[in-house]
């Protein structure tokens, strides 16, 4: 099994970087500068970024960089990867000078995803000040968030996260649209931190490449005044406040400049894999999360 120990970082690409850099500092709250090689770094807490913003024709989310223990869980891997019959390919060093890790290895899963797998992150000790006034966002041992992945291949997809890269089954959701239809299956899964998920998988294409991405703070308020700031700034909301059933996350969700979801909230939460039993949950929300604002507000 691969020891990946949490979300690092992702990538997107967009046309226009500043729209990017007006969105991570007006609304997310976040610190930005330039990146090595060129490109937009976003940071969130003590290492130099989590988000790193390409430019490109497109607008689109480019890839997932997760974290493994260090050198020889990241020689296991390889190994691991090779047993299996997935290829990879190991990064230049400009891309790994950019992405801030000693080694990472390049690869896609069943559903055309792709993935970098890296150890050794990069640290130049900057504390995060947030232009916003936001104290913290929490991330540390539990990586930056989770990102949920457009898997339309999908039971190639749970098993190559299961089998190949090690992620454990959080929970599962059978979405349908249609009460009397077929059921679109998603997967919430965990690696080796507390976080409830790291990682979710959606049956469904997604033209943006992925689902959302989610940060945390550590209060209501803060995520309140990320409400108001994207109010503010008119940007489009995906689903009003609310909070999950299954990891109990209160929060809301709006675009990013590159078309895929951000959720933003609080009080996610922090699991004891060894006392979980995995579920099915037959409703997204306790109360709130409307997904239809957003739909409505395109109207």
């Not at 989310?61 to 019959?85: I, T």
Request: charged share 20%.
């Amino acid at each position: 099994m691969i020891d990946i120990r949490g979300l690092a970082y992702f990538v997107t690409e967009i046309d226009q970087l500043d729209e990017w850099r007006r969105y991570a500092e007006d609304v997310l709250g976040m610190m930005t500068a330039p990146a090595p090689g060129g490109g937009l770094y976003v940071k969130m807490d003590e290492r130099p970024f989590r988000i790193l913003v390409v430019e490109g024709a497109q607008r689109r989310y480019v890839a997932s960089g997760w974290e493994v223990a260090g050198e020889a869980a990241f020689k296991d891997a390889l190994v691991a990867l090779g047993n299996a019959g997935v290829g990879y390919e190991l990064a230049a060093p400009e891309l790994c000078r950019q992405r801030g890790m000693q080694a990472i290895a390049l690869l896609t899963d069943p559903s055309g995803n792709r993935h970098e797998l890296g150890w050794g992150h990069l640290s130049d000790c900057q504390p995060f000040v947030s232009p916003q006034g936001v104290p913290r966002f929490l991330t540390g041992g539990m990586g930056m968030g989770h990102t949920v992945l457009p898997s339309p291949n999908f039971d190639a997809s749970a098993a190559f996260f299961r089998d190949v890269l090690g992620f454990g089954l959080s929970d599962i959701f059978n979405f349908r649209p249609d009460p009397d239809g077929p059921a679109i299956r998603i997967h919430f899964l965990h690696c080796n931190n507390a976080r409830h998920h790291s990682l979710a998988i959606a049956e469904y294409p997604v033209p943006s490449g992925c689902v959302h991405v989610m940060v945390e703070v550590d209060s209501m308020t803060e995520v309140g005044r990320a409400h108001d700031r994207m109010t503010a700034r008119q940007v489009p909301i995906s689903a009003t406040l609310g909070q999950h059933l299954n990891d109990r996350m209160t929060s809301f969700y709006m675009k990013t400049p590159s078309g895929f979801d951000l959720e933003f909230g609080c009080g996610g939460l922090q699991v004891d894999w060894a006392g979980h039993s995995p579920f099915e949950f037959t409703r997204v929300s306790i109360w709130g999360h409307d997904f239809s604002a957003g739909q409505r507000q395109q109207a």
